[in-house]
């Protein structure tokens, strides 16, 4: 039972490890959203990627001009607002996750890995929360551009999410992984002090 229990929390603390890493490769870089403009008023096809925190370079490749701030452009300002905190929260608390997750495994304490499985569990509801949050924000401002430029032209500009929001699904499941191997190693330590309660003298 104790090598069971010793595996169990050495994978739980890889994947916890590993989220952590996706989570943090995926807000760093610039591959969340890919664009590929090849109107024929281009001289030549514009491939743009945007970032988790906006187009790379301070690219617009839809319009000339900024849009007017209406309504359906405030709501997706609060919503990249939104995601901007919602992201690097769970990155953040998966790190004091870590640690809980450490001390609980050492103290082989019910309760501690309880506590700590939940906090790797609701770190991961925050990734899911911000990763969907995205993929809305995206599609609106995709429906925002259609109605600026026309299905004519909208024809011709290609998009498609990048390596990075795969990196942020990633971190997403291992969290959830890193939280269930969480509740097996609690169950286990749960099973052990039984067994040491009930052994004979």
Same mark, same amino acid.
């Given at each position: 039972?104790? /090598?069971?229990?010793?595996?169990?929390?050495?994978? /739980?603390?890889?994947?916890?490890?590993?989220?952590?890493?996706?989570?943090?490769?995926?807000?760093?870089?610039?591959?969340?959203?890919?664009?590929?403009? $090849? &109107?024929?008023?281009?001289?030549?096809?514009? %491939?743009? %990627?945007?970032?988790?925190?906006?187009?790379?370079?301070?690219?617009?490749?839809?319009?000339?001009?900024?849009?007017?701030?209406?309504? =359906?452009?405030?709501?997706?300002?609060?919503? %990249?607002?939104?995601? /901007?905190? +919602?992201? !690097?929260?769970?990155?953040?608390?998966?790190?004091?996750?870590?640690?809980?997750?450490?001390?609980? =495994?050492? *103290? &082989?304490?019910?309760?501690?890995?309880?506590? *700590? /499985?939940?906090?790797?569990?609701?770190?991961?509801?925050?990734?899911? $929360?911000?990763? =969907?949050?995205?993929?809305?924000?995206?599609?609106?401002?995709?429906?925002?551009?259609?109605? &600026?430029?026309? !299905?004519?032209?909208?024809?011709?500009? %290609?998009? $498609?999410?990048?390596?990075?929001?795969?990196?942020?699904?990633? $971190?997403?499941?291992?969290?959830?992984?890193?939280?269930?191997?969480? +509740? +097996?190693? *609690? &169950?286990?330590?749960?099973?052990?002090?039984?067994?040491?309660?009930? *052994?004979?003298?």
């Amino acid at each position: 039972m104790k /090598a069971g229990f010793g595996s169990v929390v050495v994978a /739980a603390g890889l994947n916890g490890i590993l989220s952590f890493c996706f989570l943090a490769l995926a807000i760093g870089t610039e591959y969340w959203y890919i664009i590929d403009d $090849s &109107r024929t008023n281009l001289t030549e096809p514009e %491939h743009v %990627h945007s970032g988790f925190w906006g187009v790379s370079d301070d690219v617009q490749p839809f319009s000339d001009a900024p849009p007017d701030l209406s309504e =359906s452009t405030k709501h997706m300002q609060n919503m %990249h607002n939104v995601i /901007a905190i +919602l992201l !690097p929260l769970s990155l953040v608390l998966l790190v004091f996750g870590g640690i809980c997750g450490l001390v609980s =495994s050492l *103290a &082989r304490s019910r309760a501690l890995l309880m506590g *700590a /499985a939940s906090y790797f569990l609701l770190c991961s509801l925050l990734t899911l $929360s911000g990763v =969907s949050l995205y993929i809305s924000y995206s599609q609106q401002a995709l429906e925002e551009t259609e109605k &600026r430029m026309g !299905p004519e032209q909208m024809a011709l500009v %290609h998009t $498609s999410f990048g390596w990075s929001m795969g990196m942020a699904w990633l $971190s997403f499941i291992l969290e959830v992984i890193t939280g269930l191997l969480l +509740l +097996l190693a *609690a &169950r286990m330590a749960q099973l052990t002090q039984y067994q040491e309660t009930v *052994a004979p003298i």
